[in-house]
């Protein structure tokens, strides 16, 4: 694969590899991807919360409630679906 990066962009990852961080660009680009993904995982999390939010408002209004037993299950498996994806401190 061959990729074409700005001028900003090139030396952004030169300073990267020159700062010891990194031994080579590849690496950059590929904690950057990482990154990126995660990014993007969050942000469909996210999306995901505001929907049911959203959905729990609506039915709010039209009287529907969700049993208390539910809202706790489900932030619980919330809880520990954000802890599976966060590495352990110290690593």
């Known amino acids: 694969m061959n990729v074409s990066l700005t001028r900003e962009l090139e030396t952004f990852v030169h300073d990267k590899v020159a700062s010891g961080l990194f031994q080579n660009a590849s690496e950059v ?3 950057s991807l990482r990154t990126m993904k995660e990014a993007d995982a969050e942000r469909e999390q996210l999306n995901w919360i ?3 939010v ?6 709010a209004g039209s009287g529907e409630f969700v049993p208390e037993t539910a809202v706790k299950a489900g932030m619980a498996a919330f809880k520990k679906r954000a802890a599976a994806r966060k590495p352990a401190s110290g690593q």
């Not at 959203?54 to 039915?59: L, Q, S």
């Open 29 to 31: 680009v590929r904690a």
């Open 50 to 52: 505001r929907r049911e």
């Open 54 to 59: 959203d959905r729990g408002w609506k039915e």
